[in-house]
């Protein structure tokens, strides 16, 4: 005998296993709307990251070409070697203004063979060339010095008002408040670029170039300041890799649990969300007003991203440990492994996919952090020349690629600013590569259980 009242032939022709009640066509609503809310995040996500590196590209890509003029300049022995002897030593004596009118008057000449006429002045007319022209004359004389008394062929990095132009970044009406440059200027230019004396190519300067000054932005690169990235990163690998992973394994395999441990585990995840500024105030009073080592190295760089990115090692290394089943662990001691050999000879194997991940995760954040770089003054450090050495790699004042980014973003000129937007790809390659080792690195390592 039941309770329940038996159903009448009318509500059992209504009900059927295939067909949906109200109650189920609403749920079945429900998750579709949810699959569709979904679909659009994913979309709305895809579109600003498109719009995003879109943007970086299209700015960034006019900073891997650059505007040269190719001109014959006579080299007068009288001028580049006065004493005769082709003695570098000697030559050097003549400084970059000594071959300023030896190209004023190179250009005048090409400009006249091309039928140009004009009224300016060689030496107004040698505003289109780059203030460093004459410096790179010089170092090409310097080390050849047989080039004296003779006519020789150079390409010349043009100035960055006339670059701007041909690249669209400078119009003629920009120019009528310039002192350096004016509309007749790019008349001539125009003209030059028609007979081929002017012409855009890849900027291989950009890439392996150091810095510039303010009033040389055409002569700019990121070459200086990505090898002080270089140097940075061997050191917060040198030092995060062995004590991040140590500190997981311990923490994880052999810490006993404890309010000790409980507290130490507390606070490797709060450093974990420090900002990195903290760490830059940390490295500045700890490194270099109580150490004593040299402002601006990449050393140091290292040693205040070595702290910062220590927490994120620490803990996906200790979620890849503790993804390993415990029946491996038992499994091991149960054949008579020690607790070390266990951990060392099958946890850590199946663990490393997981392990490696996060370290080249956690130096691929430090690799673009700024924040640490400005307390220790990378920041307003001009790398102009790269190190002699290793040791003067580490020890001697340098800058990174984020924080000459940072540099170039803040200067005046717009050249700099299209520089700022090459640098900014030059970190996403970095980035990118270091992901595409983490994922190699991964599948490398990979086994299964």
Do not use: C
């Not at 509309?183 to 001539?188: E, M």
């Amino acid at each position: 005998m039941t309770d329940q009242a038996p159903q009448t032939e009318a509500q059992t022709a209504h009900r059927s296993l295939y067909a949906p009640d109200a109650r189920t066509r609403r749920r079945n609503a429900a998750e579709r709307r949810f699959r569709l809310y979904g679909l659009i995040a994913v979309a709305v996500g895809l579109g600003f990251l498109a719009v995003l590196l879109t943007t970086i590209v299209r700015n960034g890509l006019p900073a891997f070409t650059q505007t040269h003029v190719t001109l014959e300049v006579a080299l007068p022995e009288a001028v580049v070697d006065p004493a005769g002897t082709r003695d570098p030593a000697l030559m050097a004596k003549v400084y970059t203004f000594g071959y300023e009118p030896l190209l004023d008057s190179a250009l005048a000449a090409a400009v006249a063979g091309q039928g140009i006429d004009t009224d300016m002045t060689p030496a107004r007319l040698g505003r289109i060339l780059s203030a460093g022209a004459p410096a790179q004359v010089r170092r090409a004389v310097l080390a050849d010095p047989s080039l004296a008394g003779q006519s020789v062929t150079f390409r010349l990095l043009a100035s960055s008002r006339v670059d701007g132009y041909l690249k669209g970044r400078v119009a003629r009406a920009d120019l009528a408040q310039d002192r350096n440059l004016d509309p007749q200027h790019l008349d001539i230019v125009d003209e030059l670029r028609v007979a081929g004396i002017v012409r855009r190519g890849f900027n291989a300067g950009f890439i392996t170039g150091a810095d510039a000054s303010e009033s040389r932005p055409e002569q700019a690169g990121i070459g200086v300041a990505a090898l002080g990235s270089v140097f940075m990163m061997l050191v917060v690998l040198a030092l995060a890799l062995p004590f991040g992973v140590a500190a997981a394994i311990y923490l994880e395999e052999f810490a006993p649990k404890n309010r000790l441990t409980d507290v130490i585990e507390v606070n490797i995840s709060n450093l974990a969300a420090v900002p990195s500024i903290v760490f830059g105030i940390l490295g500045l009073a700890a490194f270099i007003q109580v150490a004593h080592l040299p402002q601006s190295a990449p050393l140091v760089g290292g040693l205040v991203l070595t702290l910062m990115t220590l927490p994120r090692i620490i803990i996906p290394a200790r979620a890849a440990l503790t993804a390993v089943p415990p029946s491996i662990r038992e499994a091991a001691l149960g054949v008579g492994a020690s607790k070390t050999q266990a951990v060392f000879h099958h946890v850590l194997p199946l663990a490393m996919p997981g392990i490696l991940t996060g370290i080249i995760i956690g130096l691929a954040q430090a690799l673009g952090e700024t924040a640490p770089l400005l307390l220790i003054g990378m920041i307003g450090f001009v790398a102009s020349t790269y190190p002699d050495g290793v040791a003067s790699g580490f020890l001697d004042p340098n800058s990174a690629m984020p924080a000459q980014i940072y540099e170039w973003a803040k200067r005046a000129d717009p050249a700099y600013y299209e520089r700022a937007w090459g640098g900014i790809v030059v970190l996403l390659v970095f980035l990118l590569g270091m992901n595409l080792i983490a994922v190699i690195l991964r599948r490398r390592f990979e086994r299964r259980w």
